[in-house]
């Protein structure tokens, strides 16, 4: 069983920058591809931005080159670092993890956080 808590979210202006943090329990953090994804208002949840547990990332392409993912597997925590936000990435972020090697869909992913809301002011 793996339990996940996200922090870092909050109100920023347009431009503006942001961290998330996912802390994990459990001692199998590092077996584990870990993702943010995100959902607004009215839309389907999406995925932003995962990393397998090799470390190797894959990016939405709105976000590529603004977002990065990182995770720290002494610390049990995986990170989403948000540059240069623009009011559309406001929304709900969710940090999920998966057992799979190669996770595609939300439906692969087995445990999920409680989410962090992020704001966007243009």
């Known amino acids: 069983q793996v339990q996940l808590v996200e922090s870092g979210g909050g109100l920023v202006q347009a431009g503006g920058s942001l961290r998330l943090s996912c802390a994990a329990s459990?001692?199998?953090?590092?077996?584990?591809?870990m993702a943010w994804f995100r959902q607004a208002p009215g839309k389907e949840r999406e995925l932003v931005a995962r990393?397998?547990?090799?470390?190797?990332?894959y990016y939405a392409d709105d976000v590529k080159g603004r977002f990065t993912i990182s995770r720290d597997n002494a610390k049990n925590t995986v990170y989403l670092q948000m540059n240069s936000l623009k009011p559309e990435d406001t929304a709900v972020y969710y940090c999920?993890?998966?057992?799979?090697?190669?996770?595609?869909?939300?439906?692969?992913?087995?445990?999920w956080g409680q989410g962090t809301q992020v704001t966007v002011s243009s």
């Open positions: 990393m397998r547990s090799g470390g190797s990332t």
């Open positions: 999920a993890a998966s057992p799979r090697v190669i996770p595609y869909a939300a439906g692969d992913y087995s445990y």
């Open positions: 459990g001692r199998t953090f590092s077996s584990y591809a």
